[in-house]
């Protein structure tokens, strides 16, 4: 039996200074990776028509280490400033 892929959406808001990584499991938002306040931190939503997610253990591992990778240093855009600037 396949197992549904998770898939890795890197977003911002205006709300936000940083970026966040938003962990998708079979078209829901299962959790969110950030580092805003401080130390890395996953943020776990309740999922639309149960009272707890089932997941596959190691693809939501691996899916949250990719996540983490993808969001890269901690960088503000407002205030750390490149070679360029």
Known sequence: MNTPA???VIAD???TDYCF????YCDNIVAMVDYEEGPVRIRLFKPPDADCWTLP???????VHRAR???G???N???DRGPEA
């Open 6 to 8: 998770f898939t890795i």
């Open 13 to 15: 808001t205006p709300e």
């Open 21 to 24: 990584a938003e962990i998708w």
């Open 57 to 63: 253990y190691e693809p939501f591992i691996e899916a």
């Open 69 to 71: 990778n993808r969001l």
């Open 73 to 75: 240093p901690r960088v």
């Open 77 to 79: 855009p407002f205030t």
